[in-house]
């Protein structure tokens, strides 16, 4: 992640040269969960056969800026990506944005006081707020006719910055960006690989009490450092639960397969 | 010759008013040896005193990194790294918005500004002294260093009977406790591009500089005193007894190992190899 200083400065520099056009323009944003979320990770992702649905999957977003922060989509909402979109994602909303080409956008996923409803439901933004989650998923996982069910809520604070955008304002015509979160990276077998596989089997093996629900506290009690796979660099991670908090900052995307620094 | 990685991001963006084009960042190059002062006897967590007498790792292509922002007299200057839009836009936002890297296998470590290309095999205790090269670094501000693990093999000058051969680190030594010694080997493979990310190096690099830089392996981590070879109980792996064991036989051992040596607290590049 870069320095503020350094974002700040780059921000002014894009819209700097970007407002030469003239005019004024729209600008909006959706977030959306890909099918992975809506509908279900498939059982051919994964190599060790699991298929993932999500009943909820609850993320507190903000802090989105165009640029320079002169335009920004101001306060915090809760979205439950799991909820179906059309393949149009949620509507974040719209900001009037000076004509030109934008190449920087950036946001934060993080816990939230203040946060209100996307398209979540009351209780959800309640218990998001009173958790002080930054992002709570809860689903089963299956192979066969074995069935394991999470819910897990996450404190972690990560900011997208900058997200690499090429994306074109006038007055005629309103530029667009797509925050994109992908749920497979939760269940990654290394933090740094750039081909991890997307695996279950050890997340599977934390159910130490057999009751078919996986815990937070099961996560954690999981050591990951004798394990061949679950790679993590020179992070001080031993246990499954902060393997698996830590694979939550790489969820994050833009447009897609974009990235964010 | 410089890598089209480093030749890119050495140009520099000229944003002062009246300043038009675009100049070489200047750099200098410094020699890189093989660092043996970092070997030294390593206690470790069960009470062994673990003492290496071979050490080879393959490694590839040491970069130098700094936060990727210097100022030349009035004009602020700004790296430029490879990769880029073509519009003069997207070069002028990319001088300072480098790539994204929130996905995994894209580490946050800094910008790089200097490097050392190339495939070495590094026998941390026995090569001390020997050149790997002359690095190029631009004048810059340092804190980390980077390297890739390779898989040895012939290409390398490892012949398919070396242990070494298909493999990223070998370790011999001697492992004591209380009145046992026992004689270890290990050896260990890395996923190939498995990188190093952020090993210390402090120094500020400048037109003058003519430092000696001296890659070391530390077995003993110098800031929270852990050891490579914690974790491995050397009498619980002799079964027979006989005084010898060979750690990579053991998945456990071996995924210790392996997991140990992507810690970058465990190398370090000493500006001062020279003396």
Not at chain 1, 18 to 26: D, F, H, K, L, N
Not at chain 2, 46 to 59: E, F, H, K, N, Y
Not at chain 2, 192 to 203: Q, S
Request: net charge negative; glycine share 12%; proline share 3%.
């Amino acid at each position: 992640m870069r320095a503020p200083s350094q974002l700040a400065f780059a921000a002014g520099l894009v819209l700097t040269a970007s407002s030469c056009g003239g005019g004024e323009g729209s600008y909006r944003v959706t977030i959306y969960g890909e099918a992975y979320i809506e509908e279900g990770i498939p059982a051919d992702v994964f190599v060790d056969g699991w298929a993932i649905t999500f009943d909820e999957f609850l993320i507190v977003v903000g802090d989105i800026t165009l640029a320079d922060g002169a335009a920004a989509i101001d306060g915090w909402r809760v979205f439950d990506l799991a909820q179906p979109s059309g393949g149009d994602g949620h509507e974040l909303g719209r900001v009037t944005v000076p004509a030109g080409t934008y190449s920087a956008l950036s946001y934060r996923v993080a816990p939230s006081a203040d946060a209100t409803a996307g398209n979540a439901r009351d209780d959800q933004v309640t218990m998001m707020r009173d958790a002080g989650y930054s992002l709570f998923v809860a689903g089963a996982a299956t192979r066969g006719a074995e069935t394991y069910s999470f819910a897990w809520g996450f404190t972690s604070d990560t900011t997208y910055a900058p997200c690499e955008i090429m994306v074109e304002v006038t007055p005629e015509q309103e530029g667009a960006s797509e925050l994109t979160i992908h749920a497979d990276h939760l269940f990654y077998d290394d933090l740094d690989s750039s081909e991890p596989n997307v695996a279950f089997d050890l997340v599977a093996a934390a159910d130490a009490d057999a009751d078919g629900v996986i815990t937070q506290v099961e996560l954690a009690a999981l050591d990951i450092t004798t394990q061949a796979r679950y790679q993590v660099g020179s992070r001080d991670i031993t246990d499954l639960w902060g393997y698996i908090s830590a694979q939550t900052a790489t969820l994050g995307h833009i447009d897609g397969e974009g990235h964010c620094e | 010759m410089l890598t089209r990685a480093l030749a890119s991001s050495l140009t520099i963006a000229c944003l002062a008013p009246g300043c038009s084009g675009s100049q070489e960042a200047p750099r200098v190059t410094l020699a890189v040896v093989v660092d043996g002062r970092g070997i030294q006897e390593a206690t470790t967590d069960l009470g062994w005193r673990v003492q290496l007498a071979s050490c080879r790792t393959v490694i590839r292509d040491v970069e130098f990194t700094t936060a990727g922002e210097f100022h030349d007299g009035g004009t602020t200057a700004l790296l430029v790294r490879e990769g880029l839009g073509s519009s003069a836009l997207a070069w002028l936002s990319g001088a300072i918005v480098a790539n994204a890297r929130a996905h995994p296998g894209h580490a946050a470590g800094g910008d790089i500004i200097g490097e050392l290309p190339g495939r070495f095999v590094v026998d941390w205790c026995a090569d001390a002294g020997q050149s790997l090269g002359d690095a190029t670094l631009t004048v810059g501000d340092y804190n980390g260093a980077n390297f890739f693990f390779g898989l040895a093999g012939e290409n390398d000058g490892i012949e398919p009977e070396d242990p070494l051969f298909g493999q990223t680190t070998e370790f011999v030594g001697t492992a004591v406790k209380d009145a046992q010694t026992v004689a270890f080997t290990a050896v260990v493979a890395q996923d190939e591009g498995r990188e190093i990310v952020g090993a210390p190096f402090e120094l500020d690099v400048t037109t003058t500089s003519a430092n000696t830089l001296g890659l070391q392996l530390l077995p003993t981590d110098p800031f929270e005193g852990d050891t490579v070879f914690d974790g491995v109980d050397f009498a619980a792996l002799d079964e027979d007894g006989d005084g010898a064991v060979a750690l990579e036989l053991d998945e456990t051992t071996l995924n210790l190992l392996r997991r140990a040596l992507q810690d970058h607290d465990y190398y370090l590049v000493d500006p001062d190899a020279g003396g």
